[in-house]
């Protein structure tokens, strides 16, 4: 990956953040989240497998640090609203046959990226990663220990995503055990209600349990998962969430609009459009939020992203060095990342490459002994000088020419001349500012970083009609 200069190593205060609705509504358009760019929408079927062999080939000559992502399907509940990559089993014995295959596909990457790298950074998304048993876990990461240079020092990042109802008493001394130290718990609403209607009962005494034994064993960063805009949710009923979740005191918020979609996702035909609030009350709700948590301490990092001003997202956001990659914002922008399981997506300097969506079809590959790529892009330059611009204001709101020219060799102004000028009505709208030094992401123009971001975006430039979600 491109690395942080010296230029940008002093501490900025960040500006406070301006909610105008009119704003808003002007530029809530649909657009990318970034968690990559090219967006996965530009990922084309030709890429092959020879193809990402070569990508690792080339991260593993340039050597440095990786993270390990593992995707891992299995939920014994469905939720209604989900639109991830799951399987729905009560079969607990299912998980190993699974783990046994993401060893397979493992030790094949390890070779090809360098079993001697040291992992800074280990995630464990899903699905639920908790539904695996304690020794189905035990079993996994051993493996991975063996195949690749795991971390126990001060500065690894092992996060892995918890649902409280798959939590028992062994669960977080078992993860604590394997050197996981930060966690997620998904928790969307605390009201019975709208947890009826999306089919997740989790009452709050079950996730503030997990909570203080989590804090007990010695997780750091604890992050809590809110979702805004579910059936039966107002904005009376969701403030009063949000003041159970302030009292749990999180380290870390997400907190996620729903996109009701279901047309593409099945499970959300459950869900009956008339119980969902308008959109003038997601938009209500999102402003009452936002003016809470800055109340209560929490600094905005981004989009959907809080966390406490002692945080290490908020300390690297501060001093420019946040990133941000598929599992959203990280410290880690010096890590190619390796990803391993059904529909897993992974990461070089100058490449992207995804895993088949579908189970059997994965399965087949790695029984096969082959990886399972089945579509990817290889970056241009251009790509990722964009890529480098949409990073900088995407997680700093800042973006420095200096270092810019510095990284690139190039002239900002010149190379994007036409990007300036249709920041224009951005900067007319005081969305963003430019001193001739730093383009500035101004207090207005925080909630609609995904539209600025836009303005760099090339594919969007030429016209691409893929639907993306709206960006408030």
């Known amino acids: 990956m491109a690395s942080d200069t010296a230029a940008n190593a002093h501490t900025v205060e960040l500006p406070e953040f301006i909610w105008d609705e009119n704003l808003i509504r002007r530029y809530d358009l649909s657009g990318p989240r970034y968690t990559s760019y090219p967006t996965a929408v530009e990922f084309n079927r030709d890429y092959s497998v020879e193809d990402m062999v070569k990508a690792a080939g080339r991260s593993k000559a340039a050597g440095g640090p990786i993270s390990l992502y593992t995707h891992l399907p299995f939920c014994a509940h469905l939720c209604y609203y989900c639109a991830c990559n799951k399987v729905i089993t009560k079969k607990r014995d299912k998980a190993m046959p699974y783990v046994e295959r993401l060893l397979k596909e493992a030790a094949i990457q390890a070779k090809l990226f360098g079993a001697d790298r040291p992992v800074k950074q280990l995630h464990w998304g899903g699905g639920t990663p908790t539904f695996l048993p304690k020794d189905v876990m035990q079993h996994l990461m051993a493996g991975y220990g063996e195949l690749f240079n795991l971390q126990s020092g001060d500065d690894h990042d092992y996060s892995v995503e918890i649902d409280p109802r798959e939590v028992d008493q062994d669960t977080l001394p078992t993860l604590w055990d394997l050197g996981f130290n930060r966690i997620s718990l998904g928790v969307q609403d605390v009201n019975p209600e709208v947890q009826k209607a999306v089919n997740r009962i989790q009452p709050q005494d079950m996730t503030q349990g997990v909570l203080d034994e989590a804090r007990r064993i010695g997780f750091q960063s604890i992050n809590l998962d809110l979702i805004y805009g579910l059936p039966y949710q107002t904005p009376e009923s969701f403030a009063e969430t949000l003041e159970e979740v302030i009292r749990m005191s999180p380290d870390r918020l997400s907190v996620f609009s729903y996109a009701h979609l279901p047309d593409r996702f099945y499970p959300q035909t459950r869900i009956q459009a008339e119980t969902l609030p308008s959109p003038q009350q997601k938009l209500t709700i999102l402003h009452n939020t936002i003016n809470r948590l800055l109340e209560a301490g929490y600094e905005y990092i981004g989009m959907d992203h809080f966390a406490k001003p002692d945080d290490s997202l908020a300390v690297a956001q501060r001093e420019g060095r946040l990133h941000r990659n598929f599992q959203g914002y990280t410290t880690h922008s010096d890590c190619d990342l390796v990803s391993l399981g059904v529909s897993a997506i992974g990461q070089t300097d100058d490449a992207y490459f995804q895993?088949?969506?579908?189970?059997?079809?994965?399965?087949?590959?790695?029984?096969?002994?082959?990886?399972?790529?089945?579509?990817?892009?290889?970056?241009?330059?251009?790509?990722?000088?964009?890529?480098?611009?949409?990073?900088?204001?995407?997680?700093?709101?800042?973006?420095?020419?200096?270092?810019?020219?510095?990284?690139?060799?190039?002239?900002?102004?010149?190379?994007?001349?036409?990007?300036?000028?249709?920041?224009?009505?951005?900067?007319?709208?005081?969305?963003?500012?430019?001193?001739?030094?730093?383009?500035?992401?101004?207090?207005?123009?925080?909630?609609?970083?995904?539209?600025?971001?836009?303005?760099?975006?090339?594919?969007?430039?030429?016209?691409?009609?893929?639907?993306?979600?709206?960006?408030?």
Request: aromatic share 10%; charged share 30%; proline share 2%.
């Open 355 to 472: 895993n088949n969506h579908d189970l059997e079809a994965w399965e087949k590959s790695i029984d096969a002994g082959q990886l399972a790529i089945i579509r990817g892009v290889n970056l241009t330059r251009d790509d990722r000088i964009r890529r480098w611009v949409i990073g900088q204001l995407i997680c700093q709101f800042r973006l420095d020419r200096q270092q810019f020219a510095d990284q690139w060799g190039e002239n900002f102004d010149r190379y994007f001349a036409d990007e300036l000028q249709r920041l224009k009505p951005m900067m007319e709208d005081e969305l963003i500012g430019d001193d001739g030094r730093l383009l500035q992401v101004q207090p207005a123009g925080r909630l609609l970083i995904r539209a600025i971001c836009q303005i760099f975006d090339l594919y969007r430039k030429e016209g691409a009609s893929q639907r993306f979600s709206r960006i408030i």
